[in-house]
């Protein structure tokens, strides 16, 4: 049972509870199924210390799961006062979530030079794991591990992913997400093949992998060479050297990460008319979670286009009337 949730999410509650038990010791309420006052002041106790109404109910959600490893009831985390409290909460905590600028084409391109430009192994790692981010929609955990000994070739992805058809297009095979934490939910995420040498994936990978050579399929995906063994990419290294890459290229590190290389190659698929569903299907998201990283909503242009026309249209019907009636 413990191994039904992953680490991380098993700390997450760990944390959740002591705070939730912690608060009911402190004001010497009942834990075991609470009131609805108890209930509405934990709320309010969360709301004074964290920014986002959305992290107090996760905190709230965690007293549920509780009373379930518990076996007991909790029947007043559905009550309507309750629900008054958290409907406030979220209409007086001014939190706004910081998203950070998606990377569009002209972008991608001019770091893709940037990289070059280093002429060293760790700029065509980098430009390889750029160029697979952004047109395979990958979260930077699809990339590298958060340490490098924490590498795991059953979660992570390996040199052996990397599929190469007959045309040199390449595939990615995604085994583990945060949705997707189970093995028998792979997803094999095609790449596209772009004339383009500066921005082709496939020639990216090529040059990397000729300055760490596949030694095995279980190998990580991205290395860098070492005096003895190659040093496996962490995604902390990673996020720096994307940092300086922004840097070097005139651009603030604060408005862009590795995340905006995700956001970045979903709006640009989106905005040239990929449908939703294979936006969706080919990011891997299994929600309507997707929307929040679309940039460019392509409804929303063809509504202005259609309002600008119009609005011509009318200019051009009142300017032909107009000089009708002056003739007259």
């Known amino acids: 049972m413990r191994r039904a949730f992953r680490p991380g999410t098993r700390a997450n509650h760990a944390t959740h509870f002591s705070t939730y038990l ?11 199924n ?3 006052d108890t209930l509405c002041l934990y709320a309010t106790h969360l709301a004074r210390r964290l920014k986002s109404p959305k992290v107090v109910m996760n905190y709230l959600s965690s007293v549920k799961l ?5 076996d007991e009831p909790a029947g007043n985390l559905g009550s309507f006062q309750l629900s008054l409290v958290k409907r406030g909460l979220k209409m007086n ?3 706004a979530e910081r998203q950070r600028l998606p990377i569009d084409p002209p972008l991608l391109k001019k770091l893709c030079r940037a990289c070059d430009q280093a002429r060293s192994p760790a700029g065509r790692m980098l430009k ?22 924490k590498f795991d070739h059953t979660r992570h992805t390996c040199r052996g992913d990397i599929i190469v058809d007959k045309n040199n297009a390449i595939s990615i095979l995604i085994k583990w ?9 792979k997803l094999v995420t095609p790449l596209p093949k772009i004339s383009d040498p500066v ?3 496939y020639r990216a990978y090529v040059d990397m992998l000729k300055d760490v050579p596949t030694a095995s399929d279980n190998d990580p995906l991205l290395l860098l060479p070492s ?18 890459l922004l840097t070097a290229s005139g651009l603030d590190s604060r408005l862009y990460s590795l995340h905006s290389l995700r956001r970045g190659g979903a709006s640009t698929a989106y905005a040239t008319g990929a449908p939703p569903r294979d936006v969706q299907l080919h990011g891997g998201w299994k929600s309507q979670a997707f929307w929040g990283y679309i940039a460019t909503p392509r409804e929303s242009s063809a509504v202005a286009h259609a309002l600008a026309r119009a609005a011509s249209n009318t200019a051009a019907s009142c300017s032909s009337k107009g000089a009708e009636n002056t003739r007259q």
């Open 22 to 32: 912690r608060f009911c010791e402190h004001y010497s309420c009942q834990p075991v």
């Open 34 to 36: 609470p009131s609805v």
């Open 66 to 70: 509780l009373h379930d490893y518990w």
């Open 93 to 95: 905590m001014r939190h």
């Open 128 to 149: 390889c794991a750029i160029l697979l981010a952004f047109y395979g929609f990958l979260r930077q955990s699809n990339l590298a591990p958060a340490k490098g000994s």
């Open 177 to 185: 997400q945060k949705n997707r934490q189970t093995l028998n939910e």
């Open 199 to 201: 921005m082709d994936p």
């Open 227 to 244: 005096k003895r063994t190659p040093e496996v990419v962490s995604i902390d290294t990673l996020r720096r050297g994307f940092n300086d």
